[in-house]
């Protein structure tokens, strides 16, 4: 069965210092796998998504994410933390890279504090 | 690029009350769509998901239900309200084609009291 898990259910940081989201995955296939951010009240929005053309994944608002296969791992990263960044962040994954159900973890809440 | 449309953006109700949520899309055709919910510490859950006017699957038993009239369209409905449909309802879609990616409309806040 896929699955994804999100390592910390919070994470703060203080503005101008890296953001770091932890995600780890299970798909027996190749996935897709995705980040998305929710600000309060909001839709989710797509900041990237891994399809298997370049393990290292840029994105937008100066997120990226690399994916490693050895490790099972898909983290988010951001050299310099805006306190537009506080937000909720998921790790998704599409098992099969195609399909019509995505897997979602349960989120990380990230704060950013001034 | 896609734009998705969900109203009404809050809505408070009473228990057994009925339900209508709409969510229409611009910008593709022949989507993919679907319903998730969102409730407090329950994380996203698919409720519905649709490939084509009236080709509708549930994935959860609840007192709810989903039709899709047209194309862009896609309905979500209660005839009796519960106090456990409380939450934040999305919609999202997948572009026609076979992509996995989804994008998803602003949302519904319900509120059953």
């Known amino acids: 069965a896929q699955s994804v898990t999100q390592l910390d259910s919070h994470v703060s940081v203080s503005e101008g210092t890296p953001v770091l989201l932890r995600c780890n995955y299970s798909s027996s296939y190749s996935p897709s796998l995705f980040w998305y951010v929710q600000h309060p009240n909001k839709g989710l929005q797509l900041l990237l998504k891994y399809t298997s053309a370049a393990t290292l994944v840029k994105g937008i608002n100066g997120f990226e994410a690399e994916f490693k296969k050895s490790e099972t791992s898909f983290h988010l990263t951001k050299p310099s933390a805006h306190m537009s960044d506080a937000a909720e962040y998921f790790c998704?994954?599409?098992?099969?890279?195609?399909?019509?159900?995505?897997?979602f973890g349960a989120g990380t809440i990230l704060r950013v504090k001034s | 690029s896609q734009t998705i449309h969900q109203w009404p953006a809050t809505l408070v109700q009473p228990v057994g009350s009925p339900l209508s949520l709409e969510c229409t899309v611009e910008g593709t055709s022949n989507p993919n769509l679907y319903w998730y919910r969102q409730a407090a510490g329950r994380g996203l859950q698919l409720l519905f998901y649709s490939i084509g006017i009236d080709q509708i699957s549930s994935e959860v038993p609840q007192n709810l239900s989903a039709s899709r009239p047209q194309d862009r369209q896609f309905i979500l409905s209660s005839k009796k309200l519960l106090l456990s449909d409380s939450g934040f309802y999305l919609c999202?879609?997948?572009?026609?084609?076979?992509?996995?990616?989804?994008?998803f409309g602003p949302g519904t806040r319900l509120t059953v009291l």
């Open positions: 999202a879609c997948g572009l026609a084609g076979g992509t996995d990616t989804q994008y």
């Open positions: 998704v994954v599409s098992p099969s890279g195609y399909g019509n159900k995505l897997v």
